[in-house]
Structure formats: C-alpha cells, structure tokens
C-alpha cells in the first residue's frame, strides 16, 4: 500500500505563493507518476499537473502554466507545487495522486491520493 500526505496549504493574498509538499511511503514502484489535483466544493477535481519518477517529463493543466512549477526529490520520496501568482480561483483543496505508470490527467488514472490540504486565496 502507498500513503500519500500533503502539507503546505493556507491562506494566501491574490498574487502570492504558496509550496505544496507531498511525502511518499509505503510501496515503492520502479516507475511511477506523481501528479496535483484540485477540487472545489460542488465541482469535479481537476488535473494540475504531474510529473514522472525521473523528473524530466512534466505536464501542466492551461489554466496554472505559467504559475505553478512541480518538481520532485527522489531522495525524500517528495513532490512539490510551487505555486506563484496566486488567483482566488486557485481556492480549493489540492490532493496529490500517484500511479505506477507514465502520466495521466484523469482522476481514474491513479490509485492512490492523499488526503488533501486547503490553499485559499484572497482577493
């Protein structure tokens, strides 16, 4: 079994930053993708971005290219969002989200989440 836990949500000013960490544990994979979701109360979670276990293939949803930056530290089984220029549109609860395969940017592509952390932005 994989656990997930994410840290580093709160409340930020529009325009400001906030890094979210996720911590891996648990079953390890020999590859494996790492991706950021969002949800907001009555809405769908959406993809954010991901990245794959090597590090050197990342994808971002449109509406946060430009803004977010997801890296990751196989030594500390962490990923991070950097997250800059904030929107109150941004407001919901992030989730990371792994699967033992290469990408995906639907919520039935991964098995395993965390359980969320609230970043909200005030205008």
């Known amino acids: 079994q994989v656990q997930l836990a994410e840290s580093g949500g709160g409340l930020v000013q529009a325009g400001g930053s906030l890094r979210l960490s996720c911590a891996a544990s648990?079953?390890?994979?020999?590859?494996?993708?790492m991706s950021w979701f969002r949800q907001t109360p009555g809405k769908e979670r959406e993809f954010v971005a991901f990245?794959?276990?090597?590090?050197?293939?990342?994808y971002y949803a449109d509406f946060v290219k430009g803004r977010f930056t997801i890296s990751g530290d196989n030594a500390k089984n962490t990923v991070y969002l950097q997250m800059n220029n904030l929107k109150p549109e941004d407001t919901a609860v992030y989730y990371c989200?792994?699967?033992?395969?290469?990408?995906?940017?639907?919520?039935?592509?991964?098995?395993?989440w965390g359980q969320g952390t609230q970043v909200t932005v005030s205008s």
């Open positions: 989200a792994l699967n033992s395969g290469y990408g995906g940017t639907f919520v039935r592509h991964y098995p395993y």
């Open positions: 648990g079953r390890t994979f020999t590859t494996y993708t």
């Open positions: 990245i794959n276990q090597r590090g050197d293939r990342t």
